[in-house]
Nanobody
Framework: QVQLVESGGGLVHPGGSLRLSCAAP????????IGWFRQAPGKEREGVSC????????YDEDSVKGRFTISRDNSKNTVYLQMNNLKPEDTAVYYC??????????????????????WGQGTQVTVSS
């Protein structure tokens, strides 16, 4: 059972930045495509960004395009979500999720939560003045 651990959330002013991390202690993330999702209070969970196991392909939803960047460092077994120019509507619990794929694949798993097998517990991001 893959366990994912998110970190890096917090309180930030509008226009500020945060970098979220997703780690998998004891597991090799190279065998997984990773997606970031978020869930705001009273709303359904939605996809944000995803990355292939190779790191060579990424996808961002329109709501975050140009502001958020997903990346991975397989040598550190960690996936990141750099979030810049944060807005109050970005306030949510952010989750990383993993789906097993061939190692070094450029396949990006669509941001549909039913496609991902493993989930972290989430990290809270609050954007407020």
């Amino acid at each position: 059972q893959v366990q994912l651990v998110e970190s890096g959330g917090g309180l930030v002013h509008p226009g500020g930045s945060l970098r979220l991390s997703c780690a998998a202690p004891g597991f090799t993330l190279e065998y997984y495509a990773i997606g970031w999702f978020r869930q705001a209070p009273g709303k359904e969970r939605e996809g944000v960004s995803c990355i292939s196991s190779s790191g060579g392909r990424t996808y961002d939803e329109d709501s975050v395009k140009g502001r958020f960047t997903i990346s991975r460092d397989n040598s550190k077994n960690t996936v990141y979500l750099q979030m810049n120019n944060l807005k109050p509507e970005d306030t949510a619990v952010y989750y990383c999720a993993a789906d097993p794929v061939p190692i070094n694949s450029d396949y990006v798993v669509p941001l549909e939560d039913t496609l991902y097998d493993y989930w972290g517990q989430g990290t809270q991001v609050t954007v407020s003045s």
